[in-house]
């Protein structure tokens, strides 16, 4: 029997890999997407032909409701959010609505509709950890979000739980830590790095500009992170899993590991506001501090421990952290224009 499922983010970087997953599986592929003046279509371009996509938005109960009535998914992967922590320090109220009460309206919906047999996958965060006083990061680990997006994904993770006690349904939690790809959008760190590396390479005198360099990350491939969460969704009992590689790197390690791909050596000079990351061989500025992008609150470390995961689900993560930064690089160096 073919499978239906419906993605809430689907125009996402998660999205479109887990669409690209679930069609290499024979699922029939809905997707949600919300209205814009601008193409937010783009990465799902080469998959066009082979999804239906559904305008709606997290936000409206009644759209929400009719598209579940129309799809009848078997399963529901909620990835829809706003998820930019600095922003949402911008855009608290709306990131709370969309994510965090976004993901109720979903649950009620399915309630009202009596939707028993429909299984259910919330994106959440290690974002919900915040500066919590353990490492490494596991499912009991305790909450101390410290962003207004922490916040309301933990809201969202109670309700998943709330739901799964309350109504039997098979709601799970995927607590993910950062994971990157060439989809990744461009204002996040990582990307915003690669394509500055790119456009060093193809002769630009730009200077990346970026705020805290000292936060660590626990950094893993998209691809292999979306494998995860279907994986959650075949199980015979929902739970809430962490998935992480394990380990963590700095901002700055990112930076150098970038530019060590197209062989410039990075050398920190400088202090606090005042560093600056310069090329070894050549003397020119690279990458300087805004204090612009620091965050209200910051959170200063994470490393998820994803012993769970492996046991029950036998997921692990495939793709290295230097076939990562690689792969970004290059990915960024093709597709660069001035
Ligand atoms: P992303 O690239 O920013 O994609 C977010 C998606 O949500 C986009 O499709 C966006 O649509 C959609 N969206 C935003 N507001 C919406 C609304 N009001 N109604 C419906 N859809 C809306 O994020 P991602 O990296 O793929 O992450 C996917 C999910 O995992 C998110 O929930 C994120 O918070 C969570 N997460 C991500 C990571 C990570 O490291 N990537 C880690 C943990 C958890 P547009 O294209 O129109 O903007
Ligand atoms: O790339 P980031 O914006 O990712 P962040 O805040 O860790 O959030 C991502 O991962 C979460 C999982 O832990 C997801 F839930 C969330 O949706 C999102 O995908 O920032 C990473 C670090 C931060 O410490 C930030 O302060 O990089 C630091 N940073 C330094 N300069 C910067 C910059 N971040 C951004 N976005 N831009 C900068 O210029």
């Not at 500055?196 to 491939?221: M, P, Q």
């Amino acid at each position: 029997m073919t499978k239906r499922a419906l993605i809430t983010g689907i125009t996402g970087q998660d999205g479109a890999y887990l669409a690209e997953l679930l069609l290499s599986k024979n699922y029939d592929v809905y997707g949600m997407v919300r209205r814009s003046s601008t193409n937010n279509k783009e990465r799902l371009n080469h998959l066009k032909n082979d999804i239906h996509l559904i305008d709606g938005d997290l936000a409206d109960g009644g759209n929400i409701t009719r598209m579940l009535n129309t799809v009848q998914p078997d399963e529901i992967y909620n990835l829809g959010a706003q998820s930019h922590v600095g922003s949402s320090f911008d855009m608290p109220e709306f990131t709370a609505n969309v994510d965090g009460l976004g993901i109720l309206r979903l649950l009620e919906s399915m309630r009202t509709l009596d939707m028993q047999d429909t299984k259910f996958y919330q994106a959440s965060s290690s974002e919900i950890f915040g500066n919590s006083p353990e490492t490494p990061l596991n499912e009991t680990s305790p909450f101390l979000p410290c962003s207004p997006y922490g916040v309301a994904k933990l809201y969202a993770y109670w309700t998943v739980i709330n739901y799964r006690q309350a109504y039997d349904f098979y709601a799970c939690n995927g607590i993910l830590f950062n994971h990157e790809s060439p989809m990744r959008g461009a204002e996040f760190v990582t990307r915003k790095i690669t394509k500055a590396v790119a456009g060093i390479y193809h002769g630009s005198k730009e200077t990346l500009k970026l705020g805290n360099l000292n936060a660590k990350r626990d950094w893993g491939h998209a691809r292999d992170y979306v494998r995860g969460m279907w994986m959650m969704m075949q199980m015979d009992q929902a739970g809430d899993y962490v998935l992480a590689t394990g380990e963590t790197r700095s901002v700055r390690k990112f930076i150098e590991a970038a530019f060590a791909y197209i062989d410039i050596q990075i050398e920190w000079q400088g202090e606090s506001e005042n560093e600056k990351g310069i090329n070894k061989k050549t003397g020119d500025i690279l990458v300087e501090i805004d204090p612009n992008f620091y965050r209200p609150n910051e959170l200063h470390c994470l490393v998820g421990d994803a012993k769970k995961a492996n046991k029950k689900l036998g997921w692990s993560p495939e793709i290295s952290f230097n076939d990562l930064v690689a792969e970004m690089v290059a990915h960024d160096i093709e597709v660069y224009q001035k």
